[in-house]
Nanobody, 113 residues
Framework: QVRLVESGGGLVQAGGSLRLSCAAT????????MAWYRQAPGKQRELVAS???????NYADSVKGRFTISRDNTKNTEYLQMSNLKPEDTAVYYC???????WGRGTQVTVSS
C-alpha cells in the first residue's frame, strides 16, 4: 500500500543541476516527515536532507548551499533540487518517509568530471 517512487536521476556534468522527485501514495503524505538519503557503491547510506510536515528543513554539511529539499502536499510529492553538483554527489538517491518508515527503490545520480 505504501509506495514511494523516485524519478529525475541521470547523468550530469560537474557544476550542473538536477531535480529529483518522489511521488508518494498509500499514506497521509501531508503529516509525514520526509527525507532524502543517498548511497554510493561500497559506502553507507547517508542522510542528505530532511523536511518536516510543516516545512522545516535540515541538510548534511556536504550539501548545504547546493541542495534544496521541498514538498508539495497538494501533489503528494517530495523534491530535491540539486545545484553545483560534484562528482562526490554520485550515488543512488532514496526517498524516505520518516513517519511511516518507508523507502523508495532509489534513482541513480551520476556526476561526471
Amino acid at each position: 500500500q505504501v509506495r514511494l517512487v523516485e524519478s529525475g536521476g541521470g547523468l550530469v556534468q560537474a557544476g550542473g543541476s538536477l531535480r529529483l522527485s518522489c511521488a508518494a501514495t498509500g499514506f497521509i503524505f501531508r503529516v509525514s516527515a520526509m527525507a532524502w538519503y543517498r548511497q554510493a557503491p561500497g559506502k553507507q547510506r547517508e542522510l542528505v536532507a530532511s523536511i518536516t510536515a510543516t516545512g522545516s528543513t535540515n541538510y548534511a554539511d556536504s550539501v548545504k548551499g547546493r541542495f534544496t529539499i521541498s514538498r508539495d502536499n497538494t501533489k503528494n510529492t517530495e523534491y530535491l533540487q540539486m545545484s553545483n553538483l560534484k562528482p562526490e554527489d554520485t550515488a543512488v538517491y532514496y526517498c524516505h518517509s520518516q513517519t511511516y518508515n518507508s523507502w523508495g527503490r532509489g534513482t541513480q545520480v551520476t556526476v561526471s568530471s
